[in-house]
């Protein structure tokens, strides 16, 4: 474990996912995302062009090859697609809304590994 990775793991978890949250923000607004929520650290929403986006957050501190899994079962797949349904009844603006997930390991100051799965679920008025 280097001293950098020490540090990070030294940190709260709140201050893990405020970090994580502030992360996530960075690299959708470099994706060209528009952030139009970003003030709770465990979801972001957007819009990614004509579609809006729900982002779910995991951030640990810790080592690349640790960070918090993808992998979404059954119950977090009808979660992420309730946050969808009730976001697009709120927002009649919008006709599509998806879900990705973000996954962050902060392994020291200014540096973290991000994966990012895209279309984890999704609601259209098709539907």
């Not at 952030?35 to 986006?53: G, K, N, P």
């Not at 697609?81 to 200014?110: M, Q, T």
Request: with cysteine; hydrophobic share 40%.
């Amino acid at each position: 474990m280097t001293e950098e990775t020490e540090s990070a793991m030294a940190m709260t978890e709140q201050e893990v996912e405020v970090e994580s949250a502030k992360i996530a923000a960075y690299y959708l607004e470099n994706r060209g995302y528009e952030i139009l929520d970003a003030s709770s650290t465990s979801h972001i929403v957007a819009r990614d062009r004509d579609e809006y986006v729900i982002v779910g957050i995991r951030g640990e501190a810790g080592e690349c090859d640790e960070m918090p899994t993808l992998d979404l079962d059954h119950e977090d797949v009808e979660l992420l697609r309730k946050s969808c349904l009730f976001y697009a009844a709120g927002h009649p603006e919008a006709n599509a809304v998806r879900a990705d997930v973000i996954a962050i390991a902060i392994v020291g100051d200014h540096k973290a590994c991000l994966r990012h799965l895209i279309a984890a679920t999704r609601w259209t008025e098709d539907e």
